[in-house]
């Protein structure tokens, strides 16, 4: 089964950056037709896609982290991170990375690409 | 403010049917495909449906979503304690190249 797990300070000073990393447990991070994501929640709030990267480095962002968000993947550790730059306290979150299935279009139909399994999470806060 | 448009809140009684409705545009729902998540107190969301109806392994077919135009929905029958939790849906925008979810409905079993 599938694992994955976050990891990266819990605290972070504002202007600083951000920075996590996401370990694969029991499959390649290479496997085509997924790409590798995260998501954040900030307490008491709903969730925010930030992005995803495929094996190949091909990457997809939010476009509202206004390029303070870049996804990297290591492929040799069966790694990818997370790096946010000039943080202020809105980006105190609960970070998530995950798996995500590439969109995909087929007789039609565009397939979303659904974001599963999910890594427990791990909490960053942003605060001097 | 979410993309996609979500009650904040439902409720219901135990064995009791509830839809949770979520709004969109032509440029996510309304030309993509719709997922929902799962998200029980202090865990991580889990995928509850995929493609719109689609349930994963495991997921109990109490739950169920179906998708018209720019809108969908999630419905669970026989509504059971364990059910309370945060639902999100979620869907690729085209306009914004990414993936957008909804603010999130919090479910109470009464």
């Known amino acids: 089964q599938l694992q994955l797990q976050e990891s990266g300070p819990g605290l972070v000073k504002p202007s600083e950056t951000l920075s996590l990393i996401c370990t694969v447990s029991?499959?390649?991070?290479?496997?085509?037709?997924?790409?590798w994501g995260w998501i954040r929640q900030p307490p008491g709030n709903g969730l925010e896609w930030i992005g995803s990267?495929?094996?190949?480095?091909?990457?997809y962002y939010n476009p509202s982290l206004k390029s303070r968000a870049t996804l990297s993947v290591d492929t040799s550790k069966n790694q990818f991170s997370l790096k946010v730059t000039s943080v202020t306290a809105a980006d105190t979150a609960v970070y998530y990375c995950?798996?995500?299935?590439?969109?995909?279009?087929?007789?039609?139909?565009?397939?979303?690409?659904?974001?599963?399994?999910w890594g427990q999470g791990t909490l960053v806060t942003v605060s001097s | 403010q979410s993309v996609l448009t979500q009650p904040p809140s439902a409720s219901g009684t135990p064995g009791q049917r509830v839809t949770i409705s979520c709004s969109g545009s032509?440029?996510?729902?309304?030309?993509?495909?719709v997922n929902w998540y799962q998200q029980l107190p202090g865990t991580a969301p889990k995928l509850l449906i995929y493609?719109?109806?689609q349930r994963p392994s495991g997921v109990p077919d109490r739950f169920s979503g179906s998708k018209s135009g720019t809108s969908a929905s999630l419905a669970i029958s026989g509504l059971q304690s364990e059910d309370e939790a945060d639902y999100y849906c979620?869907?690729?925008?085209?306009?914004?190249?990414?993936?957008?979810f909804g603010g999130g409905t919090q479910l109470t079993v009464l």
């Open positions: 029991r499959a390649s991070i290479s496997s085509n037709n997924y790409y």
């Open positions: 995950a798996r995500q299935r590439g969109r995909t279009c087929s007789g039609g139909i565009c397939y979303s690409g659904p974001i599963d399994p």
């Open positions: 032509n440029s996510n729902i309304g030309s993509n495909t």
């Open positions: 493609d719109n109806s």
């Open positions: 979620a869907a690729w925008d085209a306009s914004l190249n990414g993936a957008v």
């Open positions: 990267i495929y094996y190949s480095g091909s990457t």
